[in-house]
């Protein structure tokens, strides 16, 4: 009896015009490992030089989702083991974040399902980033003693108002109309004309501009309504102005709207410290030259959340034992000093962050 066939982790091969790179752990939502991320890179590399290949198309197996983010499980175990998975991982995944952005063919990222952390990486610095009825786009890093990253404060800070501040510190996902709304994305195309846009997509004509690709995905976009948190864009401005997490909280508190109160509920049970960094990378952000700038503090940030309790403690609860009851330290957002949050600035010698010129 022969063994059956076992797939790649990560697929990437030509279809017509289009190079096409298809994540492939469909059974883990797609979660992107070292060695994925390795491969699309590679991928980006061969794509780049075939004349053949007019655009790049990536998408994610199975009915579930785009991709939900980085392999955790993995960066949990180094964590305790006192590894260097998370310093690697961050490091190649981060240049590629920025590489997508700057790629010099189109770059559609078809946004179905689930998109988040890590998903965000791959698919929303892109040229061209396509949404459907299925999507659900978040960063939901506070949740595990992390913070969003992949260049999220890159995305989140250039969002219009304070949605972006909203999304990043609650963790909230993005519907389809959100994540237009905020940026993350450029079209809605419902998820049943997916096959004949693919199609139409495949058919390309080689060296096809951006505004051709545009183009083509406008034949079979449509238009939505405002989406839920886009409704609440002029009391999500007034709460989430502050610079300050007390001072969100504070505002939250002090409104008997359901939507504030909810919104408080989420925020308190978020790490603390993890809010207050995240909060002062999305500052930051907002006054940041470029994507670089912002990964750059985002992997300073990263390296310290590595060695820290939180991001251990917030896995352990959301994935390993899934009690959903982390035990943050500190576990107050008032007893988070400013020499703890300083800890997630300071430059790293020779672990900084470099750019390929």
């Not at 491969?39 to 655009?55: C, K, N, S, T």
């Not at 003693?145 to 990043?168: A, H, K, M, Q």
């Not at 430059?347 to 750019?355: A, N, P, T, V």
Request: hydrophobic share 45%; with cysteine; charged share 20%.
């Amino acid at each position: 009896m022969n063994a059956p066939v076992t797939e790649p982790d990560l697929i990437a091969r030509r279809e017509g015009a289009a190079g096409v790179i298809r994540l492939n752990r469909p059974k883990t939502l797609n979660a992107m490992t070292l060695e994925m991320a390795r491969g699309i890179d590679a991928a980006l590399d061969a794509f780049e030089a075939d004349p053949a290949v007019a655009l790049i198309l990536i998408e994610g197996a199975g009915e579930r989702g785009l991709c939900a983010g980085g392999d955790i499980r993995g960066l949990y175990d180094s964590a305790r083991a006192g590894g260097d998975l998370g310093k690697v991982f961050w490091r190649e995944e981060y240049i590629m974040n920025a590489r997508i952005a700057k790629y010099p063919k189109p770059y559609v990222a078809f946004m179905d399902g689930l998109v988040m952390g890590g998903g965000v990486g791959i698919a929303a610095h892109g040229s061209h980033r396509i949404v459907t009825d299925r999507t659900k786009i978040g960063m939901p890093e506070v949740g595990i003693g992390f913070f969003p990253d992949v260049g999220g404060t890159w995305l989140l800070s250039r969002s219009p108002g304070e949605i972006g501040t909203y999304f990043g510190l609650t963790g909230e996902t993005m519907n389809g109309a959100d994540a237009i709304h905020a940026k993350f994305a450029d079209a809605y195309v419902p998820s049943q004309a997916w096959p004949a846009l693919r199609t139409a997509l495949t058919a390309a004509p080689v060296g096809a501009s951006a505004e051709q690709v545009s183009s083509i995905i406008a034949r079979f976009a449509a238009t939505l309504e405002f989406g839920p948190a886009q409704r609440h864009s002029a009391e999500i401005d007034a709460l989430f102005g502050p610079d300050s997490i007390e001072e969100i909280v504070i505002a939250l508190a002090h409104q008997t709207s359901e939507f504030a109160q909810a919104t408080l509920q989420t925020l308190l049970g978020k790490s603390p410290t993890s809010l207050k960094v995240a909060l002062k990378l999305l500052r930051m952000a907002r006054e940041a030259a470029s994507l670089e700038a912002c990964l750059i503090n985002e992997y300073r940030a990263a390296l310290q959340v590595f060695v820290s309790a939180d991001f251990v403690e917030g896995i352990r609860a959301a994935v390993i034992d899934k009690d959903r009851n982390p035990q943050w330290q500190p576990a107050r957002i008032e007893n988070v000093t400013p020499e703890i949050v300083a800890r997630y600035f300071i430059h790293r010698g020779g672990d900084e962050l470099k750019f390929p010129d």
